[in-house]
């Protein structure tokens, strides 16, 4: 994607229509700087959509001096709107909208967003790579809002970051923070590392989800750094624009909030082109291996060749990687989850995808087989075995690898299989073969019942072999 150009494009189309110097542009004043706009350089897009609520005061972003730390976001009431002046606001076909913008830049979505919604729109920002949202809202020369949830739980260097983004950008971030009671009583009742035992979901739902849902009940629509190559099976159909299918605005029930991707369509790599081009900030975690950032305890590393939702939550299954800020992506959540996050078993039990590591060298085991495998104590050959699920990216990431490891012990004494442990069987992995997260690689020796689980994230040819080396 030749983003640059398309940036290069958009921005200058972007000052054109404004007729500002691009060096007016970059010093335009923001909401998000805590310097308003004088009245005459305000875009009457913003002016527009706040009419529709005329006994509203703009709020704005409160000034650096200021001791009060309450987010605007948490603090804007909606007024009361007669059912008459509702009926007639035209209500806009997001859907459709969505289309139209389907190939525009993300500097043309985001000045769209800023444009239709003013002082009543603000970006969400994690502290990672979405900083773009930020420069791209600069660009645009309009004002705008950024609001972060600080979980209490974000690294040092996170917090290091938010502060330079702050002075980077000359902006005050809202952030917005878990209620203490909630988190006082599940520390107490189950510990400060329950999440790694029963499913990362409620400690999420304390410290992000039900701040976030404060915090959109004081705007109309807000900005998310969510991209459709992020997470296997979360976000791959997101539009660049949505009605929100899971929270609610300032004027309250569904349809009332508005969600704007704007690097939806863009990969991670451009993203960093475009980080890099125009000598954005980042956080520094990123330069010691992670890609994703959320909170230290949930957030490790990954390795080259991984995905990097894996090194999120990695002790639960692929399609889990969400914590409930986005889960209208997921179609069916009733379906997908159970109570720990992870996918119920009967979810995939009649899934359609089709099967991987399919190869005569690889021995694909029923139910019987491996229980069979599992229970002897003196086996002619050692076998290695991948648990897997073949709708599990990683899987796939790693079937050819496990393919080629396969034709290289051909013959060599080494017996290698696969097990399809997702649906009805993904109990009984769990309980007898060690089944952490898909794929589990599992070495059954020669002369011992008990298998070996390999340990290591690094799934490549050389690592798999030395590790069936070691044990054979």
Known sequence: MALAAASSTAISGSISSRSLASHELIKAPQIGSFRPLERHLVPSGAVNSSRRRCLVKPVYAEPKQSNSTVPHAA???????????????????????AKELENASPLEIMDKAL???GNDIAIAFSGAEDVALIEYARLTGRPFRVFSLDTGRLDAETYRFFDTVEK???????????????????????????????????????RKVRPLRRALKGLRAWITGQRKDQSPGTRAEIPVVQVDPSFEGMDGGVGSLIKWNPVANVDGRDIWNFLRTMNVPVNSLHSQGYISIG?????????????????????????????????GNIKDEAALTNGNGNEAAAAHAGSTVADIFNTQNVVNLSRTGIENLARLEERKEPWLVVLYAPWCR???????????????????????????ADGEQKEFARQELELGSFPTILFFPKHSSRPIKYPSETRDVDSLTTFVNALR
């Open 394 to 420: 990683f899987c796939q990431g790693m079937e050819g690898s496990y393919v080629e490891l396969a034709e290289k012990l051909a013959g060599k004494g080494v017996k290698v299989g696969k097990f399809r």
């Open 115 to 117: 444009e239709k919604f």
């Open 168 to 206: 980077h950008y000359d902006i005050r971030i809202e952030y917005m923070f878990p209620d203490a009671v909630e988190v006082q009583g599940l520390v107490r009742s189950k510990g400060l590392f329950s999440f790694y035992e029963d499913g990362h979901q409620e400690c999420c739902r304390v």
């Open 75 to 97: 603090t804007i009431i909606a007024p009361e709107v007669s059912e008459n002046v509702e009926e007639s606001i035209e209500k806009e076909d997001y859907e459709k909208l």
């Open 295 to 327: 909170c230290e305890p949930c957030t490790r590393p990954v390795l080259p060749g991984q995905h990097e939702r894996e090194g999120r939550w990695w002790w639960e299954d692929a399609k889990a990687k969400e914590c409930g800020l986005h889960k």
